[in-house]
T-cell receptor
Framework: GAVVSQHPSRVICKSGTSVKIECRSL??????MFWYRQFPKQSLMLMAT?????????EQGVEKDKFLINHASLTLSTLTVTSAHPEDSSFYIC??????????FGDGTRLSIL | RKEVEQDPGPFNVPEGATVAFNCTYS??????FFWYRQDCRKEPKLLMS???SGNEDGRFTAQLNRASQYISLLIRDSKLSDSATYLC?????????????FGKGTKLSVIP
C-alpha cells in the first residue's frame, strides 16, 4: 500500500491564487521529504529538500518566496505555490525516505493555472 | 554534460521481445543507483535498485558498470503492461544523503 500520501491530486485555479499541497508519510516518520516538479516530457527536477523543524534547502533557480515549504512534523510537509501563474502549471511530486530505503513518492499533484 | 543521461526512445517492441535500456551518469562519486518506472501522468515507482554485482528480479535484470559509469536495464519477454517510461535514477550526493537525480526517462511501448 501507499507509504506517502499527497493531496490534492488535481488543482485548477485562476492566476494569482495561492495553492497548498500536502505530503504525508504514512506509518513512518520522515525527517526529510523532497519536492519535485515535472514538466511534460521532462525529467523530475528537485525543487527543494524539506527538513523537519528547520528551513528547507532550495535548489538553484527555485524561488523560496514563491514556493513556501513547511515541515512542521515528522509526517507532514506542505508546499505552497504563492500567487501562482500559468507558467507554474506542472506536476508536483513529493517523496520521503523510509529509513535507508529508496524514496517513496506521493501520487503527485497536477496543477493547472488558468 | 547532463548528470544522468538516457536514450529517450521511444522503444516500440512486440510482446515477448527482449529490450535493453542504457543510462550514463557523470559523477563518479555516485553511490546508489535505481530504475524507476513512471506511467503516464503518474508518480514514479521503484522498479529495482542496481548493484555492482548485477541483480535480477523476474524478467528484469539491472547491471552497473562503475568504471564506465553506465547502468543498464534488460526486460525479457515483454508484456503489454511493461509499457511505461523507465527512469534511471542516481544518488549523486553519496551515501547518507537521499537526494536523487533523475534521467529524462526512456519510453517503452509494447505492442500486441
Amino acid at each position: 500500500g501507499a507509504v506517502v500520501s499527497q493531496h490534492p491530486s488535481r488543482v485548477i485555479c485562476k492566476s494569482g491564487t495561492s495553492v497548498k499541497i500536502e505530503c504525508r508519510s504514512l506509518d513512518f516518520q520522515a525527517t526529510t521529504m523532497f519536492w519535485y516538479r515535472q514538466f511534460p516530457k521532462q525529467s523530475l527536477m528537485l525543487m527543494a529538500t524539506s527538513n523537519e523543524g528547520s528551513k528547507a534547502t532550495y535548489e538553484q533557480g527555485v524561488e523560496k518566496d514563491k514556493f513556501l515549504i513547511n515541515h512542521a512534523s515528522l509526517t507532514l510537509s506542505t508546499l505552497t505555490v504563492t500567487s501562482a501563474h500559468p507558467e507554474d502549471s506542472s506536476f508536483y511530486i513529493c517523496s520521503a525516505n523510509r529509513g535507508n530505503q529508496p524514496q517513496h513518492f506521493g501520487d503527485g499533484t497536477r496543477l493547472s493555472i488558468l | 554534460r547532463k548528470e544522468v543521461e538516457q536514450d529517450p526512445g521511444p522503444f516500440n517492441v512486440p510482446e515477448g521481445a527482449t529490450v535493453a535500456f542504457n543510462c550514463t551518469y557523470s559523477n563518479s562519486a555516485s553511490q546508489s543507483f535505481f530504475w524507476y518506472r513512471q506511467d503516464c501522468r503518474k508518480e514514479p515507482k521503484l522498479l529495482m535498485s542496481v548493484y555492482s554485482s548485477g541483480n535480477e528480479d523476474g524478467r528484469f535484470t539491472a547491471q552497473l558498470n562503475r568504471a564506465s559509469q553506465y547502468i543498464s536495464l534488460l526486460i525479457r519477454d515483454s508484456k503489454l503492461s511493461d509499457s511505461a517510461t523507465y527512469l534511471c535514477v542516481v544518488n549523486l550526493a553519496g551515501a547518507g544523503s537521499y537526494q536523487l537525480t533523475f534521467g529524462k526517462g526512456t519510453k517503452l511501448s509494447v505492442i500486441p
